[in-house]
């Protein structure tokens, strides 16, 4: 009797540790979300990079910070906003705000609400949001015509992009090794819980990404550990003309295709349509 006892509290115990996982998932995934860290682990004079920095009041509890760019040649410039991924700050992203930079374009990189330097804490809207803030700054502060600012996210950044993109009018929507939503993403790294009916954030780029009308250029890596490569193929799919593909190489959080001819050219063709050296 006391074995058969034991054996039906194997199930009860399980459903326990089940519905335990269930009510840390539902109570948590802020955090799961957006993972902030305050500190800076390099800065742009590492790595040579002249830059203005920038703090955009948002309301009484909300500063954004960021790291602005310039080209020389500001007369015929062209600006890239980039929403960075849900972890770390702007600190992390500086190799592509170089790469990017290099190409000719001006770069401005910010932090969301709760991340570095900025304060308040981050929430779908608000990240949405402080990316609106920041578009409107190059507007009104740097005078960048709408047409002349392109925005780039790459991975959570590529969503609040997309979502960007749809309020505003930019020159082009840059997205990289990014998801078609919270809930599909979730459900991928979750499988046996039922994400979608816990999950509070939406981020549903696949749905969002339909109305953009602007040029897209949608990249993602077939080596991609975290965010499957054919939710790169869904959002491309579901994105309307006009727009391109290309493949990265890497995992996840490798950068081994900026030495890719083909990820460059994509990006000079986009910022730079009728110059002759995107042809090449």
Request: glycine letters at 8%; proline letters at 4%.
């Amino acid at each position: 009797m006391k074995v058969l006892k034991m054996l039906l509290w194997i199930p009860v115990g399980l459903l326990g540790v089940y519905l335990v996982i269930l009510f840390y998932i539902y109570f948590n995934q802020d955090k799961m979300v957006f993972y902030p860290t305050d500190d800076f682990s390099v800065l742009p004079e590492q790595f040579d990079l002249h830059y203005e920095n920038i703090l955009i009041e948002i309301d009484d509890t909300t500063t954004i910070h960021g790291w602005y760019f310039p080209q020389k040649e500001s007369h015929d410039a062209k600006a890239v906003l980039l929403c960075h991924g849900n972890a770390g700050n702007i600190s992390h992203r500086l190799e592509t705000a170089k790469y990017l930079h290099e190409l000719g374009v001006a770069v401005f990189m910010f932090d969301y609400r709760g991340y570095g330097k900025s304060t308040g804490s981050p929430t779908e809207e608000g990240v949405y949001n402080d990316a609106e803030n920041c578009f409107d700054w190059l507007l009104q502060t740097k005078q960048f015509k709408a047409e002349d600012i392109f925005i780039f996210g790459r991975s959570l950044g590529g969503a609040v992009a997309i979502e960007l993109a749809k309020r505003v009018q930019s020159g082009g929507l840059i997205v990289e090794s990014s998801f078609t939503s919270s809930g599909d993403l979730g459900a991928k790294l979750f499988p046996f819980f039922p994400i979608k009916t816990l999950i509070r954030y939406s981020f549903n780029s696949v749905a969002t990404i339909s109305e953009i009308k602007v040029q897209k250029l949608i990249t993602h890596s077939p080596e991609d550990e975290l965010i499957p490569y054919a939710m790169g193929q869904s959002l491309f799919k579901a994105a309307a003309e006009p727009k391109k593909f290309v493949d990265l190489s890497g995992g996840h959080n490798s950068r081994t295709y900026f030495d890719d001819p083909a990820y460059k050219n994509a990006l000079l063709e986009l910022f730079f349509p009728d110059s002759v050296d995107s042809k090449e």
